[in-house]
């Protein structure tokens, strides 16, 4: 039997946390690279990377993982991507695919394409997956099955290259769309960007009240407030760059907001139930459809495990008596 040829020679990921081991994991997986050099900023996340085995070299410095690679992913946040572009631009090879994998795309391509050679293919690229936990440990290889990666190419970009790079992510299980980077801000200024803005301005309120005890809030965290808590819970100096580089976006997507929260605070105000009843049924049908293109799960709680029901005997002023 013959072996299936791989998409891409050699790999080189700037940044292993979340994202880039998974990338790391799954293109290991499915033999998408022949090999995988992987580097890091911190000298401990280098050692953690080597220990797991998910690279099959680790370097020093980002210059030295970009020697020979075709196809180059940065996984860093979107702050600091200007810089490692500078830094790696006159060690790229001829021909190399350059990507990354932050969640806005007009900052990179402004901060990446001016320190790139003529002789490589800019994609920027955004995988729209991640949990709450970061770091090394933290990836695994199923992580963007089923999700969508988003592929934001230049005007001129060669399409041949975006393409290669699109059977790339479907290899690792994701779907791709393409748009235009500024486009593409606008869209997660509503579906990621604002919610994670929510979701940390409610745990602080929490964190804030005076009349409810911290212990309280942790005790008797509901469903949505613990959601919320999760979201809250993602790297804060990726989110602090994303809401910096799509500060536009954001803000056209906060000001909305606002209006709308407006309406519900005057419809609470007035009584207005029909107003409330029918702004919650057109809500609720977009987590249907959240559900039904297979974003999420339809079980119950949010599939969440449960424990059993204790076996233990019922409390004695209640137990049978004994004969």
Request: charged share 20%.
């Amino acid at each position: 039997m013959s072996k299936i040829p791989t998409l891409f020679n050699r790999l080189a990921l700037i940044g292993t946390g979340l994202i880039g081991s998974s990338i790391a994991r799954a293109a290991k997986a499915q033999g998408a690279t022949g090999s995988i050099v992987a580097t890091a900023r911190s000298p401990a996340t280098r050692k953690r990377v080597a220990e797991l085995g998910i690279a099959d070299q680790v370097v020093e410095t980002n210059a030295a993982a970009v020697e020979g690679a075709d196809l180059v992913i940065v996984s860093i946040p979107v702050g600091a991507c200007g810089a490692v572009a500078k830094e790696i631009g006159p060690h790229l090879k001829p021909g190399a695919i350059v990507s990354d994998a932050g969640s806005v795309k007009g900052s990179v391509v402004r901060d990446m394409a001016p320190h790139l050679p003529k002789h490589v293919h800019f994609v920027p690229a955004h995988p729209v997956a991640g949990t709450e936990y970061s770091g090394p440990d933290a990836g695994f290889a199923e992580l963007f099955v089923n999700r969508w990666c988003i592929l934001t190419p230049p005007a001129g970009t060669d399409p041949k290259a975006v393409e290669k790079l699109a059977a790339f992510w479907r290899l690792l299980g994701a779907n791709v769309e393409t748009m235009a980077p500024d486009h593409h801000d606008l869209v997660l200024a509503v579906t990621s960007h604002l919610p994670h803005l929510i979701a940390y301005t409610i745990v602080g309120t929490a964190d804030e009240l005076e009349t409810v005890t911290r212990s309280e809030v942790l005790k008797f965290s509901a469903g949505g407030f613990r959601d919320f808590t999760r979201i809250a819970a993602s790297d804060p100096t990726m989110w602090r760059d994303v809401f910096l580089a799509n500060k536009d976006a954001v803000l056209e997507m906060l000001g909305r907001f606002n209006e709308d929260i407006s309406a519900l605070t005057k419809a609470i105000r007035r009584d207005d139930g029909q107003a409330l009843h029918e702004h919650f049924a057109r809500t609720r049908a977009i987590r249907k459809g959240i559900v039904d293109i297979g974003q999420d799960s339809a079980a119950p709680d949010f599939g969440r495990p449960h424990p059993d029901l204790p076996h233990s005997a019922l409390p004695k002023p209640y137990a049978a008596e004994e004969d």
